[in-house]
């Protein structure tokens, strides 16, 4: 049996190949965590799942998300046959190592090469924007991230940094409306709605924000940003027992979060409880002291 990854949005499912009649029997008994009949991109090899795939769906027809190319049902028999890489896929991939190098300029080099060879080229835009976020061009940036989601509607991830950059460039409501775009994309993708209460917070639309966060601890009890960010809310709001309370349910989950020991001091400090904000405060320093420089 070969075991190919799905290239589809926020999908952990495997891809199943096997020679055996009627499919591998350990894939057929896992259908949430293997597929057994795929796509294929034929420009960059990009291999998805049937329901990432599937007509209507998030795939939305024989077109490749990752590069615009054209994509064709996969043998449930045989691995894709690889092809020797374009040029713009080789610029691509250079721009994604040196990047990780640090050398922004170079990777935003590699990456206008792509889009220059394959305008379609949706994650080469998408990590052109990054560059150019990285580099302090917002204005270029916003730019980036809007042709995916014109290349791309559904790119709910698109949608969440374009949110990301026109808050850093000083736009919190069009950042907001964007965050809004990415929830609508995928419900259930949380970062945007943490996100745009966050943002919410900034701007002083405080009882929205602890709305939104309600939504956050309700669909995911699990995740310490939800009660992590609603105590900073509530401490703004000047309901510190509450904030103290919502923190410390965040470090239940996460306890060795720097910046919630800060904000439980400071709720404790505000209460009056002096010993235990010490406690709290020298507990945040001494995890940020131990924070890689």
Aim: charged share 25%; aromatic share 8%.
């Amino acid at each position: 049996m070969t075991v190919l990854e799905c290239f589809g949005w926020r999908c952990s499912r495997l891809i199943s190949i096997s020679r055996v009649v009627g499919g591998n029997p350990v894939a057929l008994a896992d259908p949430e965590g293997f597929a057994t009949s795929y796509a294929t991109c034929t420009d960059c090899q990009g291999t998805y799942c049937e329901r990432c795939f599937a007509p209507g769906g998030r795939f939305r027809g024989p077109t490749c998300r990752i590069c615009g190319g054209r994509a064709c049902p996969g043998d449930p028999a045989r691995p894709p046959q690889k092809q020797p890489p374009a040029k713009e896929f080789g610029y691509h991939n250079r721009g994604l190592q040196v990047g990780r190098e640090g050398r922004l300029d170079a990777a935003l080099a590699s990456f206008d090469q792509a889009v220059r060879l394959r305008p379609g080229y949706v994650q080469a835009h998408y990590n052109r924007g990054v560059a150019l976020r990285e580099l302090g061009r917002f204005g270029d940036a916003i730019a980036a991230f809007e042709e995916v989601t014109r290349l791309d509607p559904p790119n709910a991830l698109a949608f969440f940094d374009l949110a990301g950059t026109l808050r850093m460039a000083g736009r919190p409501e069009d950042a907001i409306a964007a965050y809004d775009r990415a929830v609508a994309m995928d419900p259930s993708y949380l970062d945007p709605r943490i996100n745009k209460a966050h943002t919410l917070d900034a701007i002083g639309r405080r009882e929205e924000a602890l709305a939104l966060l309600e939504e956050v601890i309700a669909l995911d009890p699990d995740n310490p940003f939800g009660p992590s960010i609603r105590g900073a809310v509530l401490i703004h709001l000047g309901r510190e027992a509450e904030a103290v309370a919502s923190i410390s349910e965040a470090l239940r989950i996460r306890p060795d979060d720097a910046q919630d020991h800060r904000n439980l001091g400071h709720a404790l400090e505000r209460q009056g409880r002096q010993e235990e904000a010490h406690t709290a405060y020298a507990r945040s320093y001494e995890l940020r002291r131990r924070e890689p420089q």
